[in-house]
């Protein structure tokens, strides 16, 4: 909660990314405590909590007051993303297994990483 006070069954508005505001209404308000949640019956600011009862909702939106809704600054979070480094294996054990060899880049197309073998036509 970062400012205000919320109460079981007070009517919100969500502030979303293009500006516009949805009624709700909270039904339920848990707090966290330690690693579990308590229900409680009001919410004041510092409190981390989970809300239920609202409709659909993003990660970013604002939960506002009902009368005055003023959205806050939405947080951004970053896609998934897959990080690769491809380097030299230069593992003491880099010796134990196959190896595949470099060929000439005609070649490329009929050597087969699977057998470490190149392949006839």
């Known amino acids: 909660m970062f400012n205000g006070t919320l109460v079981n069954n007070q009517p919100v508005q969500l502030c979303r990314a293009d500006g516009s505001t949805t009624a709700s209404r909270v039904q339920k308000l848990l707090r ?3 690693l579990g949640r308590v229900e409680t019956d009001k ?11 609202l409709k659909s909702f993003d990660i970013g939106d604002t939960v506002a007051d009902f009368e005055n809704p003023v959205a806050m600054d939405r947080v951004h979070v970053d896609e998934p993303t897959l ?5 030299i294996n230069d593992s003491p054990f880099r010796r134990q297994g196959r190896q595949i060899r470099h060929l000439a880049p ?3 197309s009929v050597w087969s990483a699977n057998l470490c073998n190149p392949t006839s036509h």
Do not use: K, Q, Y
């Not at 990080?83 to 380097?87: A, K, N, P, S």
């Open 32 to 34: 966290f405590e330690g």
């Open 43 to 53: 919410i004041e600011v510092g409190d981390l909590c989970a809300i239920e009862g």
């Open 83 to 87: 990080h690769m480094i491809f380097r």
């Open 106 to 108: 005609d070649r490329a």
